[in-house]
């Protein structure tokens, strides 16, 4: 194949023209590339077209580009009324329903258009690039070109190469993604592709913390925007994209890798699916809104009496001498000897372990024992938000104590029942497992799985620089510590992790 993606002359149509098409199409005009556009409902093209002007036309009421570029842009539109008319074309991008014989069909139609060297490529967003281009007399030139909504916005598109992909083809898309001012990243043909793939560990694992009642919904958002950086909690997420697309994507994702435990749906998002709690789109998801706004969660009151002594275990001695720290800001007495006194309040800094199991590992009363996350920091002028965990038989007038100590220095603290791993260490630690493996089953290089992660699901870091961010091996302890508590398959530490975490070296390390 060679299609000179430079070319002033390129020309490149697109079929469907909802949503995806209509961005996909604005892009490539304001790229100076000439785009037909054609829809087989009656009319579609031309409203998309229209649609797509009047955006261009806001842009340049707001002086986001010159009336030059407006004009310029303008021109390169035009719609088609025929398949037929699509033959002068170097490119075609489909844009249509997702349904694998749908699109089957539209490409062999195509094929019999289309010149020889011309590419054939779909924005399909969970379907096999693969299973599309067999039905085509060149699966060859059949290649994924996947963006994402609202696609001018979104910065980012996925090139996924077929099995029988000719390399050249990958290579004009991902030159075309560049001249369209997006980044395009490569990725092999594989569920969920990059972005849908790296995505199943943020919210599955906050609806099981959810299904095992660690903490409400609210807490476990407010957990990961304050003391994780992310831009929307898991349940907020939920709530905008709507269980009617992330729960079927989820099941999907789940099935086409044959039940892999890592990528497990939750019951209670297939309950609110088939109750109709939607999400934004109904008024009420995990949330209830009112003229578009979530209605406030509770915020819980800091209590005041702090504890008169606290022992801190030295299981982690740095995380130990920064808590010294906050207890001697509050005017808290610490106690230094190796066995706490019988009425101080024991704290406990566990990385994986429930509060329970470091509790009897210390040989400590459980009645007076409060677990603190230290992973994400600790230190007195750190943490937006703290992580506070009791174990079953931790007493309130102790839990409250704790409270009160770290929210002495204006701190919000999060307070949960026991879990092995705390909130925040178990929805970081399956995001970035799940990105390990991605490396490992090399679907995309490490770099590229980390840009396509942040462009295209806002994480503060890509999964592998998540890992780095908070030590390789600190996150194999979390995923070990709960893997050997659950017995459950699903923590099973990726390959890729473990040998880094071992060797000491980065996640983003590719191999010679």
């Known amino acids: 194949m060679s299609v000179d993606i430079q070319s002033p002359s390129l020309c490149i149509g697109i079929v469907g023209t909802g949503a995806m098409g209509r961005g996909i199409a604005q892009i490539a005009a304001q790229a100076g590339i000439r785009v037909l556009m054609f829809d087989a409902l009656h009319g579609a093209a031309t409203n998309a077209r229209e649609t797509v002007v009047a955006t261009l036309g806001k842009l340049a009421e707001k002086g986001k580009i010159s009336s030059e570029a407006l004009s310029a842009a303008t021109a390169k539109l035009e719609v088609v009324r025929k398949l037929d008319e699509l033959g002068s074309t170097q490119i075609v991008i489909e ?30 967003s969970s379907l096999s690039v693969t299973s599309i281009a067999a039905g085509c007399k060149r699966p060859e030139r059949v290649c994924g070109f996947h963006f994402f909504n609202p696609v001018p916005l979104m910065k980012i598109v996925e090139v996924i190469d077929g099995l029988l992909t000719e390399p050249a083809v990958s ?6 993604g560049q ?18 793939h790296a995505g199943r560990g943020y919210v599955t694992e906050a609806l099981r913390i959810l299904g095992e009642g660690i903490c409400d919904f609210w807490e476990v ?10 831009r929307m909690g898991p349940f907020e997420l939920l709530d905008l994209t709507g ?18 435990p890592r990528y497990r749906p939750s019951a209670l998002a297939a309950q609110r699916l088939a109750g109709g709690v939607l999400g934004r789109k109904t008024g009420r998801g995990f949330y209830t809104y009112t ?28 995380w130990a001498d920064a808590l010294r720290e906050v207890a001697a800001k509050a005017g808290v007495t610490v106690e230094q000897d190796p066995v706490p006194s019988d009425s101080c309040l024991c704290i406990l800094t566990p990385l994986g372990i429930d509060a329970t199991t470091s509790c009897v590992m210390q040989g400590l009363d459980p009645s007076r024992s409060v677990a603190i996350d230290c992973l994400f920091g600790i230190a007195a002028d750190t943490p937006a938000r703290r992580s506070l965990m009791t174990t079953p038989l931790t007493s309130a007038a102790m839990r409250d104590a704790a409270h009160a100590l770290f929210a002495a220095d204006g701190s919000v603290v999060s307070v949960m029942h026991d879990s092995a791993g705390f909130v925040a260490q178990r929805i970081v630690a399956c995001v970035v497992n799940i990105g390990c493996d991605i490396a490992q089953q090399r679907v995309a290089a490490p ?14 870091k890509g999964p592998l620089a998540f890992g780095d961010a908070l030590g390789a091996k600190n996150v194999l302890d979390v995923l070990e510590a709960m893997q050997a508590f659950y017995g459950d398959p699903r923590y099973r530490p990726s390959p890729w992790l ?8 980065s996640l983003l390390t590719e191999e010679n």
């Open 95 to 124: 844009a249509i329903v997702e349904n694998l014989d749908v699109k089957k069909t539209l490409f062999q139609q195509l094929e019999d258009i289309i010149d020889a060297e011309c590419i054939l490529a779909t924005n399909t």
């Open 221 to 230: 958002d407010r957990i990961m925007r304050e003391a994780c950086g992310f």
């Open 171 to 176: 290579a004009a898309l991902l030159a075309l």
């Open 291 to 318: 003229n578009g706004a979530a209605e406030p969660m509770p915020m819980p009151s800091v209590p005041v009496t702090k504890p008169s002594s606290v022992w801190i275990s030295q299981t982690h001695p740095e």
């Open 498 to 505: 473990k040998r880094r975490a071992l060797l000491g070296v």
């Open 447 to 460: 770099a590229d799985i980390d840009r396509a992660v942040t462009l295209g699901l806002a994480y503060p």
């Open 243 to 260: 269980l009617d697309v992330s729960q079927p994507v989820m099941e999907s994702i789940y099935n086409q890798y044959y039940q892999e």
């Open 179 to 196: 001249r369209m001012g997006h980044t395009a990243v490569q990725a092999r043909d594989t569920p969920g592709f990059i972005v849908n």
